[in-house]
């Protein structure tokens, strides 16, 4: 069984509670002692650390009913069987972390995920040289963004990525949910697939927040900023810029973003760097929740595998040294 530690994360203004997850076995005697590491970034909306829907900090905006497991919780047991330490946080305004998730722009949470990665990179048993980001959703984008501006990171595994601007995938999206439904049963969903048009139109003409009605009333603010800032980053830009490992997984069935955008993110990682392994998943949506253990565990093999030491820049060696 992993070890779990609580991680409490300075991020700006803000404080993120988190998971470090350790690995029950001593590490091989070559690593002084020491786990490669990964950190996981969760999908859009509010979601709590195992990358779930928040229920908890926002019980209106999600069906009552119990949800399954999040991506990012069966991840991080999958890598601590492959002797790999991660660390997974509650976004800004969800479960136990400061902040307004609402009011939370994408440049923000950017920085948010760079802090993460320093937090864990501090703690006594983690490998300087070997670590990792896996990307869900939106975490993609964030994935992407920070491993560009760092050189220590070795390998990343996006699940469900966009590769296209946040207007294109969100009309997308909307149309497939009206076709399917099932993800409509949540009203902050519901709400931001009627109201599309005008959350990218008013975005694009850059007011500051959106009230969204939600079906039973309810309205939340929304700050536009981050739905602009989405819009002038896509995934696809991001990419042409990455010369690391990718491994791109994508539920068959993401009612969030088609797979055919891992295949788009793909032509354009394979510019730059070896050509990424895509994986499609039969049966999954959005969260892999209809994926069993086995595949989860497939993919914290195949990322394991890929933790290859990298360089350190100047920072991180003294910062190892010191250790």
Do not use: K
Not at 10 to 29: K, Q, V
Not at 77 to 98: H, I, K
Not at 101 to 121: H, S
Not at 281 to 306: C, T
């Amino acid at each position: 069984m992993p070890r779990f530690e609580e991680l409490h994360v300075s991020a700006g203004d803000a404080t993120l509670l988190g998971t470090l997850t350790l690995p029950d076995a001593p590490p091989p005697p070559d690593r002084r002692e020491r786990y490669p590491s990964v950190l996981l970034l969760p999908s859009w909306l509010p979601r709590g650390r195992d990358g779930a829907y928040d229920q908890a900090g926002h019980p209106t905006w999600f069906d009552p009913d119990p949800l399954p497991p999040g991506p990012l919780g069966r991840l991080a047991v999958a890598l601590a069987a492959d002797g790999v330490a991660s660390l997974r946080c509650d976004p800004r305004g969800c479960g136990a972390s400061d902040g307004s998730w609402e009011a939370t722009d994408l440049f923000t949470r950017i920085d948010d995920a760079r802090d993460q990665l320093a937090a864990m990179r501090a703690h006594r048993s983690v490998d300087l040289r070997r670590s990792g980001i896996v990307g869900h959703g939106e975490g993609a984008t964030l994935a992407l963004s920070v491993a560009i501006g760092d050189p220590a990171i070795s390998a990343l595994t996006l699940i469900g990525a966009s590769a296209r601007s946040w207007r294109d995938t969100l009309r997308r999206a909307a149309a497939a949910r009206g076709r399917i439904g099932t993800e409509r049963r949540h009203p902050i969903i519901a709400a931001v697939d009627r109201w599309a048009e005008d959350l990218i139109e008013r975005a694009e003409r850059r007011e500051a927040t959106f009230e969204l009605r939600l079906p039973g009333g309810e309205e939340v603010t929304l700050s536009l900023a981050g739905v602009e800032q989405a819009i002038h980053t896509p995934a696809l830009a991001l990419a042409t810029m990455l010369d690391r490992s990718v491994t791109l997984a994508h539920g068959q069935l993401d009612q969030w973003s088609d797979p055919d955008e891992s295949a788009l993110l793909a032509s354009a990682i394979r510019a730059n760097a070896d050509p990424p392994n895509v994986r499609v998943i039969p049966g999954a949506g959005h969260d892999l929740a209809e994926a069993d253990d086995a595949v989860i565990g497939e993919l914290a093999d195949d990322l394991a595998a890929r933790l290859q030491p990298r360089d350190l820049p100047p920072v991180l060696l003294a910062i190892e040294e010191m250790g």
